[in-house]
T-cell receptor, first 113, second 113 residues
Framework: ETGVTQSPTHLIKTRGQQVTLRCSSQSGHNTVSWYQQALGQGPQFIFQYYREEENGRGNFPPRFSGLQFPNYSSELNVNALELDDSALYLC????????????FGPGTRLTVL | QQQVKQSPQSLIVQKGGISIINCAYENTAFDYFPWYQQFPGKGPALLIAIRPDVSEKKEGRFTISFNKSAKQFSLHIMDSQPGDSATYFCAAREETSGSRLTFGEGTQLTVNP
């Protein structure tokens, strides 16, 4: 186990709704990244937070937003859910943004109906 | 735009055999190449990683071979075991992008007893 925890484990929403996913980073890690993993595909980078600031974003629309808190835990918010948002959402933490190794949590499985 | 291409999509190997998974990349700014192992219902876990100034790295039964001129790298699993059955992802990171990882599409490895 990496020490990165995510909640909830599973979530079912309907199209158009909003969702908030949560991540607690490993102790001492100040950098959190979020990834979307569609079924049968590799994770896709959504964005990264370093010391409460977003400092990198992948090819995702603005309805994907996030926060990082002073204790370095993080939230991913998705508005106006679409069917294609159904995926495993992974959080990864590292001791710093220049640090190579990232430690992934178990993910949150989101299903949009 | 897929910057890291992985093959094969699936692989079946007999116990004790060698499993080989290949990846190719386009972005010459990539400077860190990890391999992740993912079991069903779990997040990816770092297996082994290499930087481009080294042509090979070995850790136990796992070896990365790296060919900088060809922009290719591969994972070799020696003496494959049924417990190695999982999905394997290659990834790459560009130094200036912080912790952002670009993943391949994944290879589902099955090791038959």
């Amino acid at each position: 186990e990496t020490g990165v925890t995510q909640s909830p484990t599973h979530l079912i929403k309907t199209r158009g709704q909003q969702v908030t996913l949560r991540c607690s980073s490993q102790s001492g890690h100040n950098t959190v990244s979020w990834y979307q993993q569609a079924l049968g595909q590799g994770p896709q980078f959504i964005f990264q937070y370093y010391r409460e600031e977003e400092n990198g974003r992948g090819n995702f629309p603005p309805r994907f937003s996030g926060l990082q808190f002073p204790n370095y835990s993080s939230e991913l918010n998705v508005n106006a859910l679409e069917l294609d948002d159904s995926a495993l959402y992974l959080c990864a933490s590292s001791p710093g943004q220049e640090y190579n190794e990232q430690f992934f949590g178990p993910g949150t499985r989101l299903t949009v109906l | 735009q897929q910057q890291v291409k992985q093959s094969p999509q699936s692989l079946i190997v007999q116990k004790g055999g060698i499993s080989i998974i290949n990846c190719a990349y386009e972005n010459t700014a990539f400077d860190y190449f990890p391999w992740y192992q993912q079991f069903p219902g779990k997040g990816p876990a770092l297996l082994i990683a290499i930087r481009p100034d080294v042509s090979e790295k070995k850790e136990g039964r796992f070896t990365i071979s790296f060919n900088k001129s060809a922009k290719q790298f591969s994972l070799h699993i020696m003496d494959s075991q049924p417990g190695d059955s999982a999905t394997y992802f290659c990834a790459a990171r560009e130094e200036t992008s912080g912790s952002r990882l670009t993943f391949g599409e994944g290879t589902q490895l099955t090791v038959n007893p």
